[in-house]
Nanobody
Framework: QVQLVESGGGLVQAGGSLRLSCAASGRTSGNYAMGWFRQAPGKEREFVAVKSWSGGSTAYADSVKGRFTISRSNAKNTVYLQMNSLKPEDTAVYYC????????????????????WGPGTQVTVSS
């Protein structure tokens, strides 16, 4: 099991930026694809971004393409989500997650494919 802890959330005005971090410990997180999900009040949790274990492949939700960037440092066991041009509709609790299978060749975006989750960090974007 990989243990995950997010940080970097907060309150920001529309148009602003935040960078979320996810620190991993336990089994070697570098062997797993890492993703970000979010859950807004009254809504289901949704996929935001994912990066392969090798770092060579990335996928984003259409709603964040061109604004958010996922990156990872396997040396630091940390995954990042750079969020620019934030909108009020980006307000949510953001969760970091690790793929339940290591060395997976194909990126997955379904949350059921992720086996380890952090407790989440709140992001609030004011208009």
């Amino acid at each position: 099991q990989v243990q995950l802890v997010e940080s970097g959330g907060g309150l920001v005005q529309a148009g602003g930026s935040l960078r979320l971090s996810c620190a991993a410990s336990g089994r070697t997180s570098g062997n797993y694809a890492m993703g970000w999900f979010r859950q807004a009040p009254g809504k289901e949790r949704e996929f935001v971004a994912v990066k392969s274990w090798s770092g060579g492949s990335t996928a984003y939700a259409d709603s964040v393409k061109g604004r958010f960037t996922i990156s990872r440092s396997n040396a630091k066991n940390t995954v990042y989500l750079q969020m620019n041009s934030l909108k009020p509709e980006d307000t949510a609790v953001y969760y970091c997650a690790a793929d339940r299978r290591n060395w997976r060749l194909k990126l997955v975006t379904d949350e059921t494919e992720f086996g380890s989750w952090g407790p989440g960090t709140q992001v609030t974007v004011s208009s």
